[in-house]
Structure formats: C-alpha cells, structure tokens
T-cell receptor, first 114, second 114 residues
Framework: AQSVAQPEDQVNVAEGNPLTVKCTYS??????LFWYVQYPNRGLQFLLK????DNLVKGSYGFEAEFNKSQTSFHLKKPSALVSDSALYFCAVRDIASNYQLIWGAGTKLIIKP | DGGITQSPKYLFRKEGQNVTLSCEQNLNHDAMYWYRQDPGQGLRLIYYSQIVNDFQKGDIAEGYSVSREKKESFPLTVTSAQKNPTAFYLC?????????????FGEGSRLTVL
C-alpha cells in the first residue's frame, strides 16, 4: 500500500538557522510528491511538488525540497528560517490506485524561535 | 479575487442534528474535495467530485453526504449517523487534470458537537 511518513511531530529551529522537515514515502511506480503548509485555523497552501526532472525542487517562500529515490525521501528545506515559517507542514504523495487522490502524512509542526 | 469560500467558519451542533457545510469556488475548477482534519492524523478524504452531477466516496464517507449540482458548489452534509463529527473540515478544488495533485483549499469550517 502506498503511504507517507513524517517521522517528526515537531521540529524546533532557531531563527536564521537552516531547517529540514522530513518525509519518506512508499509507492509503486514513479512518485508525485507534494508539500503543503497550514497556518493556525487556516486552509492548506501548496508549497511545491516533484514530478520528474531535477531532484532539487524550488517552491514558495524560499522553500525547497530534495527528492532522493534511493532513500525514498522528499525532505523540505530552507537555508535560513524565519519566525513566520512557524506552521504545520504536510507531505503528500499521489496514489494511482485511488484514482490519483493524495495520501497525506500526519503533519510536522515547525516552530521557529527568535 | 478567485478562491474557495467555506461557510460557516465555526458551527455548533447538538447530537442528532444534521448540518450542512457550504463550499463555493470561483476558480472554474472541475474537481472538488472534502477532507476531514483531526489533530495528529493529517487529512482524510470524505468525498470528491470530478464533474458536475457525479461524486465518489473517499476513505471516510460513512455519515456524510454531498451533492454537486453546480460546478461552483460542493456542499457537505454531516448527518446524525456520523459518530464523531467534531473536527475541522476542509474543502479543496483542482483545475488541472486530477493527476496533477495541486489543490487549492478553503479556510475551513470547525464543527463542534455539543
């Protein structure tokens, strides 16, 4: 079965430091991978996606993600964290078996401390 | 401005009552979705619709019903048969082929059963 795992419930980073939010996946076939961000009591916003091509994908708000096929990972990164990056981050993978619906990770709460 | 409008933002319901959550989009998107979000569980798909007058059950459709009479509208009814309806409900839409995976979300509706 296809699945997505976000192994950390919470990640704490000091402002200005680099951040990484981890995501691993299990799919049959080539993965379509996504990152979304959710601010408190709001809907989700699309950040970036990987379909094919370069393993390093650039997205909104200075975020990027690195696709690693051998490690089945798609970690979200940012070189220098801002306090305003504090939010809930979701990784998702497209599920061909379920008519292309997205399978979602449980989310990782990112806290950036001043 | 184009977007997705969910209403109401907050809703309280007594046990045994049906409630309907509204979702309207002016993005001219074909596909619309309803998700349920509970703390620590990510998003779970309730229903989705790829075209007017057609919809499919997601992973947790029991106790919910939907209709898609207009392209712009996809209301969700939480019936009294839903055992644990207290949750945050998110409506989303996608305009490209369903396989693209990029979703646009509304701001959510928080339902509390008293």
């Amino acid at each position: 079965a296809q699945s997505v795992a976000q192994p950390e419930d919470q990640v704490n980073v000091a402002e200005g430091n680099p951040l990484t939010v981890k995501c691993t996946y299990s799919v049959s076939g080539n993965p379509y991978l996504f990152w979304y961000v959710q601010y408190p009591n709001r809907g989700l916003q699309f950040l970036l996606k990987y379909i094919t091509g370069d393993n390093l994908v650039k997205g909104s708000y200075g975020f990027e993600a690195e696709f690693n096929k051998s490690q089945t990972s798609f970690h979200l990164k940012k070189p220098s964290a801002l306090v305003s990056d504090s939010a809930l981050y979701f990784c998702a993978v497209r599920d061909i078996a379920s008519n292309y619906q997205l399978i979602w990770g449980a989310g990782t709460k990112l806290i950036i401390k001043p | 401005d184009g977007g997705i409008t969910q209403s109401p933002k907050y809703l309280f319901r007594k046990e045994g009552q049906n409630v309907t959550l509204s979702c309207e989009q002016n993005l001219n998107h074909d596909a619309m979705y309803w998700y349920r979000q509970d703390p620590g569980q990510g998003l779970r798909l309730i229903y989705y619709s790829q075209i007017v007058n057609d919809f499919q059950k997601g992973d947790i459709a029991e106790g919910y019903s939907v209709s898609r009479e207009k392209k712009e509208s996809f209301p969700l009814t939480v019936t009294s048969a839903q055992k644990n309806p207290t949750a945050f409900y998110l409506c989303a839409s996608s305009g490209r082929a369903i396989s693209s995976g990029e979703l646009f979300f509304g701001e959510g509706s928080r339902l509390t059963v008293l």
